[in-house]
């Protein structure tokens, strides 16, 4: 079978989901591999390359669609690429099924199954295919060096000749994935990194990284946000008022805070409040991480940079991955890999798509002209 990836059309995405290094991979597990013209160059992968690995150049989108069995992108496809599909294929991309109901509809209508990325269940032996986890560990990354660019001062403290220098104070508000890649890479440059996380249990992994968990003085400590599943459940107003104070106390001390906290299926919740920023030191930055869905500050404009009246820059990109493409194509294409090894169990070249299978059935969002969103519960942990 032919497995391809197309140029990415969305606006500025410079990703692409299969790198010259992928395509070795996929060839031996019995692949033949198709690249649209172009697609990898923003990520630093020219067709050269990928002809180099073995992959067939092909011209435009439309053939690429054309002439593969299984199509390997980024974003969730886009109404021509939709168009395109037919039963018998099959697609892997993120598709957020959840938020994208006319999407899924219309392509359960191709008859193509689709494979979703981010509904890959988060159970220990997905990992290698956990694309949501690998991206938002370079989001964390780069949420503290985009916060760096912004912050004209250093992170670490430094005794010179010309003068004292204080390290930098950051506080990550969300210790997920990428807020404990926040955390390290703040320690790692020298601030003094405080974290906060309605789940208690990343009380030890926020210190083993260095930085210090904020304890409230609420009577069930942080339990309250805590839910089943390593995942947040919304606070009660109790809680939330003393979280609120919490931050209200740090604001003044603190030079870039780094906001991630996301529940899943809902808004971002508001944490760190116009009269937080207000109170901070003009030069302070604060990187949203959760601007896509409506942001944790209340200054944050989604894809833009803003300065409040007291000099704090608030930035809310939501392209952080793609602004590492070469870094984040290459382990979105090793997660695309692993999700084919999986799908071809006699490395033959033959999809074989296993509904018994609980990540393949997982992250399965159409099958044979059916929705199969949302799945079952995985059968194991
Ligand atoms: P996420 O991006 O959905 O949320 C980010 C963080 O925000 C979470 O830690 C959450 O607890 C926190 N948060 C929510 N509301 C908050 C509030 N009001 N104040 C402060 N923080 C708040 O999270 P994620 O990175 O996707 O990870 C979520 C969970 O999934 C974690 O338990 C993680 O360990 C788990 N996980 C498991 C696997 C695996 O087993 N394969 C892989 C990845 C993540």
């Given at each position: 079978m032919k497995i391809g990836s197309p140029k990415e059309t969305f606006a500025g995405e410079a990703r692409v989901a299969m790198t010259p290094d992928s395509a070795l991979q996929l060839q031996k597990l019995g692949y033949e591999c198709l690249i649209e013209a172009g697609a990898g160059k923003a990520a630093g992968f020219s067709d050269d390359a990928y002809r180099t690995a073995g992959v067939t150049v092909v011209e435009n989108s439309a053939a690429l669609f054309a002439q593969a069995d299984v199509v390997a992108k980024v974003r969730p496809p886009e109404t021509a690429e939709i168009e395109r599909l037919a039963s018998g294929k099959t697609l892997i991309s993120f598709f957020y099924p959840g938020q994208n109901k006319e999407l899924l509809e219309q392509a359960r209508a191709t008859g193509a199954n689709v494979i979703a990325m981010d509904m890959v269940p988060r159970i220990s032996?997905?990992?290698?295919?956990?694309?949501?986890?690998?991206?938002?560990?370079?989001?964390?990354?780069?949420?503290?060096?985009?916060?760096?660019?912004?912050?004209?001062?250093?992170?670490?403290?430094?005794?010179?000749?010309?003068?004292?220098?204080?390290?930098?104070?950051?506080?990550?508000?969300?210790?997920?994935?990428?807020?404990?890649?926040?955390?390290?890479?703040?320690?790692?440059?020298?601030?003094?990194?405080?974290?906060?996380?309605?789940?208690?249990?990343?009380?030890?992994?926020?210190?083993s990284m260095g930085a210090e968990f904020v304890y409230l003085d609420f009577a069930d400590q942080q339990q309250?946000?805590?839910?089943?599943?390593?995942?947040?459940?919304?606070?009660?107003?109790?809680?939330?008022?003393k979280q609120l104070a919490k931050f209200r106390e740090l604001a003044p001390d603190m030079d870039i805070v780094i906001t991630t906290a996301l529940i899943p299926g809902r808004d971002a919740p508001k944490l760190w409040l116009a009269d937080m920023v207000a109170a901070m030191k003009p030069g302070s930055v604060v990187i949203d991480l959760a601007a896509e869905r409506g942001g944790n500050c209340d200054l944050t404009v989604a894809d833009q940079k803003v300065v409040s009246d007291n000099g704090v820059t608030v930035i809310g990109y939501t392209d952080f991955p793609s602004r590492m493409a070469t870094q984040s194509s290459t382990l979105y294409s090793t997660n695309i890999r692993h999700m084919m090894t999986d799908l071809t169990p006699a490395k033959d070249g033959v999809l074989v798509h296993n509904m018994e299978d609980d990540v393949i059935r997982g992250a399965t969002v159409t099958y044979q002209g059916e929705i199969t969103f949302p799945p079952p519960p995985p059968k194991v942990q």
């Open positions: 032996r997905a990992q290698k295919m956990d694309a949501l986890s690998s991206m938002a560990n370079i989001a964390g990354y780069r949420a503290v060096i985009e916060a760096g660019n912004n912050f004209g001062r250093f992170f670490t403290g430094q005794v010179t000749a010309a003068g004292k220098v204080p390290p930098a104070k950051v506080l990550v508000i969300g210790a997920g994935v990428a807020g404990l890649a926040a955390i390290g890479t703040a320690t790692s440059l020298g601030a003094i990194t405080y974290a906060f996380d309605v789940r208690p249990e990343v009380a030890e992994q926020i210190e309250d946000g805590a839910a089943t599943g390593g995942y947040a459940a919304p606070s009660s107003p109790e809680f939330r008022e």
